[in-house]
């Protein structure tokens, strides 16, 4: 869990949709895990946990469709490296 | 006695035949001059034998000297030989006892003259030293895998084969380049200046091997020949040297980033085994596809733990988490208000008690009375009473009048 201070949650509230769209993975989860922590928080009134949950549910979609794009790109790859091109081989051009 | 003779010493000491040979043949092979040495003649009464010895003597216009070459040496000659030929030969001389002869047993034998060669020899790999073009330092590695392989060598011969041969078995399809030049005689060195320059324009190779089969002296010399270690360091390819047998290094080799004992090393110093390759690569892919999916399935858990945070699975616990806390709030407010109520009440029941239980009229009722002089004051002891006077005695219920009978104290 990353350390974070009030002011950090505050920036992070404060993100518009379109912000938190142009977030790469790793940034936008290391936000969402401090607005979950934050909510989880005993003293969080309810108002401010509003915001950190309509930030929250932004987040966690930016970071799963994310993850779903890596999945995808990762199994393609996968298939690509399990079953190479073979490299077509002419002896007669290749040498001298 | 004849006086007129030297003196003789008397035979105290008579050395046997064998004891005299024996030790003129630890004198002379043990001497630091005879026993490795240089020797220049022709060469007559050559015999070779079946067995691969050689017996010849080596003589010029004074002296004689009877040389014999073993079997086991000869293989390591190149220098072809035969009676009337003007030779120089190393070794060291031997004594045979049981003919009284002495002979030097060749180690190696090389044309007469030659001796100029090695002087020139001497004199550029001195001054090439100097200059530093020997050193670790200006050695470039060779590259790990060629685009191509450039050779410098001659057309024909095992050399080339060998290069080829070892080349195609490592790595099946890498492509060869070979500068044909010849690799000895007028001309030579300058034919391998070229083919070095033209394999360092040529963008399809990245390595270069300059090689030549073994020879002697004289015909390996174009490797030993200025212009050749020039180009050599001056390449910007790495070049690898297999000139010649491991014994005998040329300028070239010195020169050369890498030196081959022999062409086939040269072609396995300059390609990785393929099979080796892919095995590598195959194996490092599965660590790759392990490796990214372990890398996906941390960070799927991680997203996975965020994302089951009820609050944002059902936002809605927010408001009935604190609903639920106003409820609980609200009936504590009851009970302790209820609570709050019924302590009053036991408290002002106690009290009602206690000031009940003061209530004078509650006394008369459980038969108590109570006296009162003439003016209605209430009296509490004897002494205040006296003889024939009025009580007035109160009832719960009512007054009686009485007169005072009997004062005991």
Avoid at chain 2, 148 to 173: E, M
Avoid at chain 2, 360 to 386: E, F, Q
Wanted: glycine fraction near 6%.
């Amino acid at each position: 869990m990353p350390q974070y201070t009030a002011k950090d949650i505050a920036k992070i509230v404060a993100m518009s949709k379109e912000d938190i769209e142009k977030l790469d993975y790793e940034t936008a989860m290391s936000k969402l895990e401090i607005v979950v922590d934050a909510l989880e928080q005993e003293g969080t009134s309810l108002e401010y946990g509003l915001q950190l949950y309509s930030v929250g549910t932004a987040l966690s979609k930016k970071c799963s469709a994310a993850l779903d794009a890596a999945e995808e790109k990762m199994l393609q790859l996968l298939g690509t490296i399990q079953n190479p091109a073979e490299q077509p081989f002419d002896p007669e051009k290749d040498g001298r | 006695m004849n006086l007129l003779k030297p003196a003789v010493p008397f035979p105290v000491k008579v050395l046997s035949v064998e004891d005299l040979t024996k030790h003129i043949k630890d004198v002379v092979e043990n001497d630091n001059l005879l026993s490795a040495v240089w020797v220049q003649g022709e060469i007559s009464n050559l015999v070779k034998a079946a067995s691969g010895h050689c017996y010849f003597t080596l003589k010029d216009d004074k002296a004689v000297l009877k040389a014999c070459l073993w079997a086991g040496n000869r293989r390591y000659i190149s220098t072809n030989f035969k009676n009337g030929d003007l030779v120089m030969v190393y070794g060291g001389i031997s004594l045979y006892a049981p003919r009284g002869e002495y002979q030097i047993v060749v180690t190696d034998l090389r044309p007469a003259g030659i001796g100029a060669l090695y002087e020139a020899y001497e004199k550029l790999k001195n001054k090439l030293q100097a200059e530093g073009l020997f050193d670790e330092e200006r050695k470039m590695p060779l590259p790990f895998l060629p685009k191509g392989v450039g050779v410098v060598t001659s057309s024909t011969g095992a050399v080339i084969k060998d290069i080829f041969r070892v080349i195609r078995r490592r790595f099946r399809n890498m492509p060869i380049y070979l500068v044909p030049v010849k690799v000895q005689g007028d001309g030579a060195a300058k034919e391998i200046v070229t083919g070095i320059e033209r394999l360092n324009a040529d963008s399809r190779v990245d390595v270069i091997i300059v090689a030549r089969g073994g020879g002697s002296l004289e015909d390996l010399w174009a490797f030993n020949e200025e212009p050749v270690a020039r180009a050599i360091s001056d390449s910007k390819k790495p070049i690898i040297s297999a000139v010649g047998h491991e014994t005998d290094t040329t300028i070239a080799d010195l020169v050369a980033d890498k030196r081959a004992a022999t062409p086939s090393v040269a072609g396995e110093f300059v390609v990785p085994v393929k099979d080796d390759l892919l095995e590598l690569i195959r194996q490092k892919s599965q660590r790759l596809s392990r490796t990214i999916k372990s890398i996906f399935t941390i960070q799927k858990q991680r997203f996975e733990k965020c994302a089951q945070c009820r609050f944002l699975v059902k936002p809605s616990l927010m408001v009935a988490e604190r609903r639920n806390n106003v409820m609980n709030l609200s009936r504590e407010l009851d009970i302790n208000f209820k609570s709050f109520i019924e302590d009053t009440k036991h408290k002002f029941e106690l009290l009602n008690a206690r000031f009940m239980a003061l209530d004078p009229k509650v006394l008369l009722k459980r038969g108590y009375i109570m006296a009162m002089d003439d003016k209605g004051k209430v009296v509490t002891s004897v002494k205040k009473l006296k003889k024939g006077a009025g009580l007035k005695l109160g009832f719960s219920d009512g007054y009686a009048g009485v007169t005072v009978d009997i004062i005991e104290k």
